[in-house]
């Protein structure tokens, strides 16, 4: 008789592809299915010949060839078709199968669809894979989540193909209840959103401001990733810088700078304004992309709106440390807001979630993998309840001493016309983070003056509100106190 599959996977784009490579490198068998049959019949005979790998024409034929409980996973565009395709495969599970969207997910449509699939009788998980084409095929950061009965089933295949780090440990774990996983995912997505920001803006420094040459910030990039900075973005940012074109010139001066998104940095923004988190450094990552993308607007403009003529005087060795100075401050504040839109998440949710695993889920495999999650695992291990990672004393004592350089840094671009948006909203917040006494005692007034929406007093407990009749014709009446 047949052997039956351990899993089934719907999908072969290049993502899909690469999983199941991956599945049946790890002993494995798998069975594969795309609606266009004929991109499996090409698997099969490609990538996939001769390997534990079966296909299907049908999705009967696919469920029929999985062993009990079935776990199917999921590889197409996020949206519509993975509703389509759920509505699809219910018909045709039993009561404990498992249905895993491994797509780049919305959290709220996991949430909903993690109780519309157990309404069924049957399991579900949403899981972020990160780590991109070879993350996939030789082992990415997996971060699940749904209904955690499912766990037990998937685990041993999910921990089997995922990257591994400190002798063994693997880079995936169970992250939460319904959307968590997803969330997680979108969060992760947010941070690499900043951290490839943060090394543009520096990019841009050297070229535009420092005169450098794309072999020279390979040099420096190179020095950078054997150090505090050493993590993914900037080893493929060396690499990048020294790659040529066909005429041996670099590459990456022939790049048009225009940036694509797929959305989860909006995602990640949008969430963190609905939660009332100020998490600034990723929105500007995200509408620097928006920027960039209205190349015609910004060359017309170009021409009509003046700034300084950038240039450099200084000791330039200095000021590539400060900026190494500012980048690493900078990435710090990156990942203290991220951690902070977590935090928020799970008490909004109810998700129980372990933030120093996810830095360990991140520390290999996934784009945004650096040495530096180590300390974040450290942090979080020494302090559970932490309120911010600034606030550790690694970190505060990282920030001490990379300020000055970061403070010169944003001064230099301001000075020099040189848009620095991720780096200077970092230390913006930083300062207003450690601001005892912000301004918004004024912000308040000027709220209650124009709207009588009262405000809290120095003088009085915290909880009691006042409105002033400011012009002596508003009267008494005030408006009820909320935030958005």
């Excluded at 200095?318 to 990156?334: H, R």
């Excluded at 977590?342 to 945004?368: F, H």
Aim: charged residues 25%.
């Amino acid at each position: 008789m047949k052997k039956l599959s351990d899993i089934g996977l719907i999908g072969l784009a290049v993502m899909g592809e690469n999983l199941v490579l991956n599945m049946e490198s790890k002993g494995f068998q798998v069975a594969v299915y795309n609606r266009t049959t004929q991109k499996v019949d090409e698997f099969l005979a490609g990538r996939a010949k001769g390997k534990n790998i079966t296909g299907a024409h049908t999705i009967e034929e696919l469920i029929g060839s999985l062993e009990r409980p079935r776990k199917i996973m999921i590889m197409v565009k996020a949206g519509k078709a993975v509703d389509e395709m759920i509505e699809t495969l219910i018909p045709h599970l039993e009561s404990g199968d498992i249905i895993i969207d491994g797509g780049n997910t919305h959290f709220p449509d996991t949430n909903r669809r993690t109780a519309y699939v157990e309404s069924k009788g049957l399991l579900y998980i949403g899981t972020g894979v990160s780590g991109g084409e070879e993350g996939a095929l030789l082992g990415p950061s997996i971060m699940p989540g749904g209904s955690k009965k499912a766990w037990p089933s998937v685990k041993p295949i999910f921990q089997s193909i995922a990257a591994k780090v400190d002798n063994g440990t693997p880079c995936c774990d169970w992250v939460g209840e319904n959307g968590a996983g997803h969330f997680v995912k979108m969060v992760h997505n947010g941070i690499e959103y900043g951290d490839m920001q943060l090394i543009t803006e520096a990019y841009q420094i050297m070229r535009d401001l420092l005169g450098m040459t794309a072999d020279e910030m390979h040099l420096v990039f190179k020095e950078w990733n054997e150090g505090d900075l050493d993590s993914y973005l900037i080893e493929i940012t060396r690499d990048i810088l020294a790659y040529k074109d066909t005429d041996g010139k670099p590459l990456v001066d022939k790049i048009l700078d225009t940036a694509g998104q797929k959305g989860t940095g909006k995602w990640t923004a949008v969430s963190a304004l609905d939660l009332g988190i100020p998490l600034t450094l990723i929105g500007e990552a995200v509408f620097s992309r928006c920027l960039s993308a209205i190349k015609e607007e910004r060359v017309k403009a170009s021409k009509i709106l003046k700034g300084p003529n950038a240039g450099f005087s200084g000791d330039k060795t200095k000021f590539l440390s400060d900026l190494k100075d500012a980048v690493y401050a900078s990435k710090i504040v990156s990942y203290a807001q991220g951690y902070s839109l977590m935090k928020a998440a799970a008490e909004e949710y109810k998700w129980d979630l372990n933030y120093g695993g996810i830095a360990l889920m991140w520390r290999g495999g996934c784009i945004i993998r650096s040495a530096f999650l180590s300390k974040i695992k450290e942090a979080f291990d020494n302090n559970k309840t932490i309120a911010n990672l600034l606030l550790d004393p690694f970190f505060k004592d990282k920030v001490d001493k990379s300020q000055q350089g970061w403070r010169n840094v944003v001064a230099a671009a301001v000075l020099n016309g040189i848009p620095v948006p991720s780096i200077s909203s970092a230390l913006g917040y930083y300062d207003g983070y450690r601001c005892e006494k912000l301004p918004a005692n004024l912000l308040q007034a000027q709220r209650d003056y124009f709207g009588a929406h009262t405000y809290e007093r120095t003088d009085k407990p915290r909880g009691e509100f006042f409105h002033t009749n400011w012009t002596g014709r508003g009267g008494t009446t005030a408006s009820s106190t909320y935030n958005v």
